[in-house]
């Protein structure tokens, strides 16, 4: 099972908008609803951001949200605040039982 | 408070072996599937294995099926990854993780350190 695609790094300016993208196959992300999202500052636990493509779990940000269209899957982290900056990993269940992470991508808040 | 907390990681040199424990607290462990999750020098996040809150389903990547085998002891709210045959390949920060509906990890633990060099 190959990682799923994302851009290394992104970055915006406190106040504005980015989105971060995440290609996969219609054995993962465009097969299933059942993409999520994880905000990972290095050194400490990942953090649970969304599920079913774009729904927030209780206590998340209404700044970020999710989307999906065909094979790829976004993240748009709205309002930019210097905390946000992390790393930021989707993951899908996929056709064989198992899960695929993506890459991963650095976000910089400039 | 849900909390998890990895130990058991450390130096190894490769074809040995190493056991990896996560203590879980804060909520019904039984009910829960867990998974261990894995993250290598400057790369991203690596699903590895996980088991059924009853232990009796367990699932692995293809990368460590055949020398990983992940267990649990519910009576100790315990969840462990056997490590056999390691490879250099396989160093890397090892994650448990709570699953949640089905496909999510909604907790996570800080992590165990494990180096496989000789």
């Known amino acids: 099972q190959s990682a799923l695609t994302q851009p290394a790094s992104v970055s915006g300016s406190p106040g504005q908008s980015i989105t971060i993208s995440c290609t996969g196959t219609?054995?993962?992300?465009?097969?299933?609803?059942?993409v999520s999202w994880y905000q990972h500052h290095p050194g400490k636990a990942p953090k649970f951001m969304i599920y079913?493509?774009?729904k927030r779990p209780s206590g998340v940000s209404n700044r970020f949200s999710g989307s999906k269209s065909g094979n790829t899957a976004s993240l748009t982290i709205s309002g930019l605040q210097a905390e946000d900056e992390a790393d930021y990993y989707c993951?899908?269940?996929?056709?064989?039982?198992?899960?695929?992470f993506g890459g991963g991508t650095k976000l910089t808040v400039l | 408070e849900v909390q998890l907390l990895e130990s058991g990681g450390g130096l190894v040199q490769p074809g040995g072996s190493l056991r990896l424990s996560c203590a879980a607290s804060?909520?019904?462990?039984?009910?829960?599937?867990m998974n261990w999750v894995r993250q290598a020098p400057g790369m991203g996040l690596e699903w590895v294995s996980v088991?059924?809150?009853?232990?009796?389903?367990?699932y692995y990547a293809d990368s460590v099926k055949g020398r990983f085998t992940i267990s649990r002891d519910n009576s100790k709210n315990t969840l462990y990854l056997q490590m056999n045959s390691l490879r250099a390949e396989d160093t890397a920060i090892y994650y448990c993780?709570?699953?949640?509906?089905?496909?999510?990890?909604?907790?996570w633990g800080q992590g165990t350190l494990v180096t496989v060099s000789s």
């Open positions: 993951s899908s269940y996929t056709s064989s039982s198992t899960w695929v």
């Open positions: 993780a709570k699953k949640w509906a089905n496909y999510y990890f909604d907790y």
């Open positions: 804060g909520f019904t462990f039984s009910t829960y599937a």
């Open positions: 079913d493509v774009s």
């Open positions: 219609s054995s993962d992300v465009g097969g299933y609803n059942s």
């Open positions: 088991i059924s809150g009853s232990g009796d389903s367990t």
